[in-house]
């Protein structure tokens, strides 16, 4: 039974992996750009959900709305302000203004929430589910399947909607979108925008799960990237997949051999890759077209 106790709050980590991987890996494959700033938009998110519900009172996650709004204007303002800008100077420029992006908004986060741990406490924070002898945090099960819901939202926002599917032919073959009247600015600015519009709404479940802080914004991007890398760039299955692996492993370890949970993490990415060095669901591209 505690094989299934770990396979379930691996699931459910999962399943919150997969969301914010999400955003990155939709911004790659549709702008070629590897959103360093992810880390920073999460925080940005947790912190403010912290400050409304410290202030307010109001129940975290009803402001998942709210945060998934706010934090998607907020990209597409940082897409067509500075990115379209920055973008035909190629991938080195745009992680370079990322990263600037990422530095500033910890430098503001540090201003108006010092660098303190904060955490969102609701009622149900210490509570949790029993099933027979399976027992599931509240935070976690609100979490995952949330975070399963806001994924399947966005997959069928992609697959059924007009700008869903302008945005995937953008991502395929930019040229011959833009013969059909596809704008890439502009499916480009939906892009980034639903990229951290994910962040956004992965703000409020990490706020409810775990203290954040300013600085908490490495140790998160540091998972991002590599569910993005281990599943594939642009691939949403292979980060979805990825995060899966990720979180189950993630859950064995911390329950068995908790001081290496942190080596299992990349240890097992790095083992993936040295089979699949383009990832899980990662295209090969020949050398002669990557030259």
Known sequence: M???????????MGGVYALLASGVTLIFGVL?????????????????????????????LLLIP?????????????????????????????VLLMFGVA???????????????KSVTPPY????????????????LISGVVGALVLVGIY?????SWAGRALRASAQNRDGAALVGIS???????????????????????????????A???DWIARLLGIVVLGGFGSIPGAVIGALILGLTESFAAAYVPEWSSLFFYGVILLILLFRPHGLLGERTREDVAA
């Open 2 to 12: 505690e094989i299934v106790q770990v396979l379930a709050l691996g699931l459910l």
């Open 32 to 60: 070629d750009v590897v959103n360093v700033a992810q880390g920073s938009f999460l925080v940005f998110s947790a912190l403010f959900t912290w400050q409304i519900w410290d202030l307010l009172g109001i129940e975290p």
């Open 66 to 94: 709210v945060m998934g709004l706010v934090m998607g204007a907020l990209g597409w303002a940082i897409y067509r302000g500075m990115l379209v800008r920055v973008a035909p100077q190629g991938p080195g420029m745009t």
């Open 103 to 117: 530095l500033a908004l910890e430098g503001i986060l540090n201003i108006v929430f010092g660098n303190k741990y």
């Open 125 to 140: 924070f210490t509570e949790s589910l029993t099933i027979g002898e399976l027992v599931l945090p509240l935070p976690q």
């Open 156 to 160: 069928l926002y992609l697959r059924l």
């Open 184 to 214: 890439a600015v502009k499916s480009s600015a939906l892009a980034f925008a639903i990229g951290a519009m994910t962040a956004g709404v992965g703000g409020v479940l990490l706020a409810i799960m775990y203290p954040i802080y300013p």
């Open 216 to 218: 908490t914004q490495y």
